[in-house]
């Protein structure tokens, strides 16, 4: 038995399939996983995440702390109270120890990272802490759900107090705020528009309650996992670990180095990557149209020479109908490729590691 959620019983109830996914047990779906993804890119869809870890970060090194922790910069949020940011959060070799997403409050910072890396994750962070005057203090009181797609937004607000649905109102994408006891952010892992709130356990079953009542689909992590894969978003240990660099999981555009004082964790085996021309293998997204299914760990050959790489995230789309994937694979590439399937050579076009968005197809 793993550990359980404040949604754990409304979960049964529902009939949702539990397993176990980083030590929860969390539900895969509650029928047909491909419903519950038609569900949130063409209306709305409702998901517990609690497993996620929540960590507040206080003091008056708080803001120096992380620009020591992170490869992205928290200075890029100041002066604007509830902005977030996503990073990685780096070894001394330059390795992916988790991604996260950091938010700027009033004076002290939230920081949510993912449920499968938490022990390491929070060990780390202690450990970074120590030369600083600052806290660093896990939140498991606190539930989590997220209600994306077209819909969401106006669905939360009408189950909302009137101070939180104006707040809705006027929050701004990737930004946060605390409202009626609520921490309310317009964040997501679907590629479509929505919320993610942090409140107490009972706050959390009654909103729940409230939204499947209204005809909001409960959807398990089998679409999330789809229709992230579909946005083109990274999974921790698929598409990143320890080993991997930023540079080679497409998240370059999340390490600051325009402030050369700045030495955060990891920046210098990037900078040694990048003077030396960049990394050799790159994150990129594949397309294949005849039947099949790509799947993570198949090989991805390159036309016309003897260079290969791997699949790292792979499934059947349902909003595109056909199969797509992330790989890593030399930079060198061209357009296209092959994928062993069943000992079968099978053409899929490279394209940029993104499908779908806001429910329109990119390729």
């Known amino acids: 038995m793993g550990h359980k959620t404040a949604l754990y019983d409304l979960h049964k109830a529902a009939g949702g399939k539990l397993v176990d996914f980083g030590g929860w047990d969390m539900p895969i779906n509650y029928g047909s996983q491909i419903e519950e993804h038609h569900q949130v890119r063409r209306h709305a869809g409702l998901f517990d995440v609690s497993h996620m870890t929540v960590v507040d970060v206080a003091g008056s090194d708080a803001r120096a702390y992380l620009r020591k922790l992170l490869a992205n910069d928290v200075a890029r ?205 790159k994150l990129v997204g594949l397309v294949m149209r005849e039947r099949g299914v790509l799947r993570a760990g198949q090989s991805v050959n390159v036309v016309g020479n003897d260079a290969s790489g791997i699949i790292t995230s792979g499934s059947f789309s349902p909003t595109l109908g056909f199969s797509v994937a992330l790989a890593r694979v030399p930079s060198a590439i061209g357009d296209s490729a092959e994928v062993n399937l069943r000992n079968k050579s099978v053409a899929v076009e490279v394209v940029k590691p993104c499908f779908v968005r806001h429910g329109n197809a990119l390729v």
């Open 77 to 281: 949020l100041d002066d604007t109270s509830g902005k977030a940011l996503y990073s990685g959060m780096l070894n001394h070799e330059g390795g992916v120890i988790d991604d996260l997403i950091v938010y700027h409050l009033d004076g002290w910072y939230r920081v949510v990272v993912n449920c499968a890396t938490r022990d390491k994750d929070l060990a780390w962070m202690d450990e970074c802490a120590a030369p600083f005057d600052v806290t660093v203090s896990e939140r498991p009181e606190l539930a989590m759900i997220a209600i994306q797609g077209p819909e969401a937004i106006g669905q939360v607000q009408k189950a909302a107090s009137d101070a939180q649905a104006q707040a809705i109102s006027t929050l701004k994408v990737f930004c946060g705020v605390e409202c009626d006891g609520w921490f309310i952010a317009r964040t997501g892992y679907t590629g479509e528009d929505g919320l993610e709130i942090m409140l107490s356990a009972d706050d959390a079953c009654a909103l729940w309650q409230t939204l499947t009542d209204a005809g909001v689909a409960p959807c398990g992590l089998g679409a999330r996992d789809t229709l992230r894969l579909e946005a083109g978003m990274n999974l921790y240990g698929h598409e990143m670990d320890d080993t991997t660099s930023p540079l080679v999981a497409n998240m370059s555009w999340t390490v600051a180095l325009e402030d050369p004082e700045r030495d955060f964790i990891g920046r210098e085996p990037i900078e040694t990557i990048r003077a030396n021309g960049g990394p050799a293998t």
